[in-house]
C-alpha cells in the first residue's frame, strides 16, 4: 500500500522538481514582469518565457520524441550495445543534462579515472531494474545507456587536461567490462519503448547516422518535438524575414545611403566578441555563432548557430532574443555615457521623399547583389526582399497583409516558445551556458557603442550633422533600436523626432548582420 502511494505520488511529478527548476521560475518570473508590466517587447519575451516555464515542469506530450532508430553520434566503432531485441529501454519524464563524451565526466586530469569508475558504478544503479522502481534514481533523470561509439578522428576538444589519446580507463556496464577513452561517445535512449531489432554489433564500424537500434514506443512525439522542426530545418528564420520585410520601409536608407556605414559600424560588436570566444576556448565555430547575438537579430543567431554550433543553439538563440527584447534597458546608458546632451539634441533636416521605383528597384538590386556575394544567406536575404518588394509593388496588398500580421505573428508565437523550451535549468546553470550569455551583453555593448561613436567620427567630415544617437540603431533590432534612438534624443529635445533617421541605420544593420553571418558561414562550415 505504500509503495502504491509512493508510486502515485511520483506519477504527479513533483520528485522531478530541483533547486534548478526553481531558479528557472524565478528567471520566468523576471522575464513576464518586464513583458507585462515594463511592456518591454512583450510580443517576444511573453512566448520565451512561457517556454522556460514549460521547460521546467515536467510535462508529458511537449517535448518527448516518438518512435526512432538509435543512430551513430560519429563515424567509428562501436564498443558494445547494451541493449537487444526485445529489450525495454527507458526514458524518464524530464532528462537532466547527460554528457556525450567519456571527457564529460572527468574532472580534472588527475583524478579521471576515479571519476570514470564512479559514473559507471553510478550509471548502473540508476539504469538497472531495481533502479527503475527506486523513485529517487528515477527523478535523477537519467535515460538507458544504449551504446558507446570510439571515433574514428579523435576529438582534441575531448581531451581534458590534456589527456593523452590512448588513455583508457576500465570499467563495467550492465555485466559488460569495457576500456573507454576519453573521446568515446555515448549513445543515449531518446524514447521510452521495446528495441525491435538489433543491427550493429560490438566491433563493427558504422557511419554518423547509422541505425544501431531499432526502438518502438506508442506514443507519438510531444507538441514541441515537431514544432521545434522549424527551427532545426530553418523554416522560421526566412519566414520572420519575410514578416520584417514586408514589415520594413527601406526609404530612410535609400533616401540617406550614408546610413549604411552606421549599419556596418554595428558589426563591429560581432567581430570583436568572435575574438573574445576564442580567447575564452570556443572554437572558431562557437565563436562565431556567439559573435552574432552582438547583431541582436535573433534569426540569423539561429540560423548560423543551426550551421556551424547546433549544439549551443539553445543559449544563443535565448541570449539573441532576450537582449533584442531589452534593448530599452542595454543602450541607453551606453548612448548616454558616449554622447553630450549637445549631440544628442541635434536636430537632422527631413528626409527626401523617396518614390516607389526607387524602393521596387533597391530591393531587386539588394537582393542580386547580396546573394552573389554570400549565397549562404540566400534563403534570408531572399525572404527579406521578397517582403519588402510585395510591401512596395501596390498590387499584392493581401498579401503584404497577410505576411505583416498573420505569418509574422503565428511564426514568432511559434519561433518564441521553441527557443523558451530549450532554457532547461541544468542545461543553463553551468559555467559554459553563462559565459555564452555574458558574451552577449559585451557583443550588444560594443555593437551600440561603434555605432555611436562613428556617428560622431562622420560630424568631423560632414556639414549637416547625423545625431550620434541613431548610431546605436545599427543593431539589427527592428524597430526596437530605433525606437530608442527616438526616445532617448526626446529625452534631451521633446520636439526632435529621429524615428525616421534612426531606421535608415536600422534596416542597414539588418543586411549588415545577415552578410556577416554569410561571411562566417561559407568560411568556417566546410
Not at 552573389?372 to 496588398?397: H, K, Q, T, W, Y
Not at 547625423?466 to 534612438?485: C, D, E, F, Q, T
Amino acid at each position: 500500500m505504500l509503495q502504491s502511494l509512493i508510486d502515485l505520488a511520483f506519477d504527479t511529478g513533483f520528485f522531478y522538481v530541483d533547486w534548478r527548476m526553481i531558479v528557472m521560475w524565478l528567471v520566468v518570473l523576471v522575464l513576464l514582469y518586464l513583458a507585462v508590466f515594463k511592456e518591454f517587447e512583450p510580443l517576444l519575451l511573453v512566448p520565451i518565457a512561457f517556454g522556460a516555464l514549460l521547460a521546467n515542469l515536467p510535462t508529458e506530450g511537449v517535448v518527448n520524441k516518438p518512435d526512432s532508430p538509435i543512430i551513430a553520434p560519429a563515424d567509428g566503432i562501436v564498443l558494445d550495445v547494451f541493449a537487444k531485441e526485445g529489450d525495454s529501454v527507458f526514458v524518464p519524464r524530464v532528462v537532466r543534462q547527460i554528457p556525450t563524451r567519456i571527457s564529460d565526466v572527468i574532472k580534472s586530469k588527475e583524478t579521471a579515472k576515479a571519476d570514470v569508475e564512479n559514473y559507471f558504478a553510478e550509471l548502473s544503479k540508476i539504469t538497472s531494474k531495481e533502479g527503475r522502481k527506486d523513485v529517487f534514481l528515477k527523478a535523477k533523470g537519467i535515460p538507458d545507456l544504449l551504446s558507446i561509439v570510439r571515433p574514428t578522428v579523435p576529438d582534441a576538444a575531448a581531451k581534458l587536461n590534456y589527456l593523452d589519446a590512448n588513455t583508457s580507463f576500465k570499467v563495467s556496464y550492465k555485466g559488460k567490462a569495457l576500456e573507454v577513452r576519453p573521446d568515446d561517445l555515448f549513445v543515449w535512449a531518446i524514447t521510452s519503448g521495446n528495441v525491435t531489432e538489433e543491427l550493429v554489433g560490438a566491433g563493427e564500424k558504422v557511419a554518423i547516422g547509422t541505425e544501431i537500434l531499432d526502438v518502438y514506443t506508442a506514443r507519438v512525439g510531444g507538441l514541441y518535438h515537431y514544432i521545434q522542426q522549424g527551427v532545426l530545418l530553418e523554416i522560421f528564420p526566412p519566414l520572420i524575414f519575410l514578416g520584417v520585410g514586408a514589415l520594413t520601409d527601406f526609404g530612410p536608407l535609400i533616401a540617406n545611403p550614408k546610413m549604411l556605414l552606421l549599419g556596418g559600424a554595428a558589426q563591429f560588436g560581432v567581430f570583436i566578441t568572435f575574438v573574445g570566444a576564442l580567447c575564452l576556448g570556443f572554437t572558431s565555430k562557437e565563436a562565431a555563432s556567439i559573435g552574432i547575438i552582438g547583431g541582436a537579430d535573433g534569426p540569423t543567431s539561429i540560423f548560423i548557430s543551426n550551421k556551424l554550433a547546433p549544439h549551443i543553439l539553445a543559449p544563443i538563440a535565448v541570449a539573441a532574443y532576450s537582449y533584442m527584447a531589452l534593448v530599452p534597458i542595454i543602450q541607453p546608458p551606453i548612448m548616454r555615457a558616449l554622447t553630450t546632451e549637445k549631440e544628442r539634441k541635434i536636430r537632422m533636416k527631413s528626409l527626401r521623399k523617396v518614390t516607389r521605383l526607387e524602393k521596387l528597384i533597391f530591393a531587386l538590386v539588394v537582393a542580386i547583389f547580396c546573394i552573389l556575394l554570400v549565397p549562404d544567406v540566400s534563403a534570408l536575404i531572399g525572404m527579406l526582399m521578397l517582403g519588402n518588394f510585395i510591401r512596395e509593388c501596390g498590387v499584392c496588398e493581401r498579401l503584404s497583409k497577410a505576411a505583416q500580421n498573420e505569418t509574422i505573428n503565428i511564426v514568432t508565437v511559434f519561433l518564441g516558445t521553441s527557443v523558451g523550451i530549450t532554457m532547461t535549468g541544468d542545461r543553463f546553470i553551468r559555467v559554459d551556458t553563462l559565459s555564452i550569455l555574458a558574451l552577449g551583453v559585451v557583443a550588444f555593448g560594443f555593437s551600440t557603442a561603434a555605432g555611436l561613436i562613428l556617428a560622431k567620427v562622420m560630424n568631423l567630415f560632414l556639414k549637416e550633422k547625423i545625431n550620434p544617437l541613431i548610431g546605436s540603431a545599427g543593431v539589427s533590432a527592428v524597430p526596437m533600436a530605433a525606437r530608442v534612438s527616438q526616445v532617448e534624443g526626446q529625452k534631451a529635445d521633446p520636439s526632435n523626432f529621429l524615428l525616421m533617421h534612426a531606421m535608415g541605420p536600422n534596416v542597414a544593420g539588418v543586411i549588415g548582420t545577415a552578410m556577416v553571418a554569410g561571411f562566417f558561414i561559407a568560411t568556417l562550415a566546410h
